[in-house]
């Protein structure tokens, strides 16, 4: 699952390279937390949080399989946070 929200978010950016997605497992939800470049939250949000509810909407009807429930949070990075994240993965 982390790797399809991972797929759908790099697919709307404009610096794919960016996306962070962590997965946050209990008992009965999983939570995917997105983090992105600042420049690039408006286009993961959309516009009135249409892109996100559509994100949301995929990821619940994809967990509903599992029996948990799942949420996504869409946070911003500053430019310094993501050359960080970044310098970690690899």
Do not use: H, W
Not at 11 to 30: G, H, I, K, M, R
Request: proline residues 1%; hydrophobic residues 40%; charged residues 30%.
């Amino acid at each position: 699952m982390k790797q399809l929200v991972e797929a759908i978010v790099k697919a709307l950016v404009e610096n794919p390279e960016e996306v962070v997605v962590s997965e946050f497992d209990s008992d009965q939800t999983v939570v995917y937390e997105i983090k992105v470049g600042a420049r690039d939250t408006g286009k993961v949000i959309g516009k009135q949080g249409r892109t996100a509810q559509a994100i949301r909407t995929i990821v619940r009807a994809a967990s509903a399989r599992s029996g948990k429930s799942a949420t996504v949070q869409i946070d911003s990075m500053s430019d310094e946070q993501a050359e960080s994240d970044l310098g970690e993965e690899q």
